[in-house]
């Protein structure tokens, strides 16, 4: 059974900087691209950003490009999310998980395993 454990979450004033981490069980993690989600209250869960098994490739939302940096580092079974110039609307449960191989990157369905997620805060 893959787990992922998130961590990294916290209160930050709006500009702020955050970096989250996903640590992720299993021998094959550098097989698989990772992505970050992340939901408001009474919202839909929103794609963030995701990478390739390589780290050779990533993509991004657009509310969070040149703000967010995803990385990973397959020799401890992690993932990264680097958050700076943070904004009161980047206020949300951050969820990393890790792609089905599907032709997408952006849609919950392209994901299985889901961490249970890491709250941040950015007060203004």
């Known amino acids: 059974q893959v787990q992922l454990v998130e961590s990294g979450g916290g209160l930050v004033q709006a500009g702020g900087s955050l970096r989250l981490s996903c640590a992720v069980s299993?021998?094959?993690?550098?097989?698989?691209?990772m992505g970050w989600f992340r939901q408001a209250p009474g919202k839909e869960r929103e794609f963030v950003a995701a990478i390739t098994g390589s780290g050779g490739m990533t993509y991004y939302a657009d509310s969070v490009k040149g703000r967010f940096t995803i990385s990973r580092d397959n020799a401890k079974n992690t993932v990264y999310l680097q958050m700076n110039s943070l904004k009161p609307e980047d206020t949300a449960v951050y969820y990393c998980?890790?792609?089905?191989?599907?032709?997408?990157?952006?849609?919950?369905?392209?994901?299985?395993?889901w961490g249970q997620g890491t709250q941040v805060t950015v007060s203004s």
């Open positions: 998980a890790r792609h089905l191989y599907s032709s997408s990157w952006n849609e919950v369905h392209d994901y299985g395993y």
């Open positions: 299993g021998r094959t993690f550098s097989s698989y691209s």
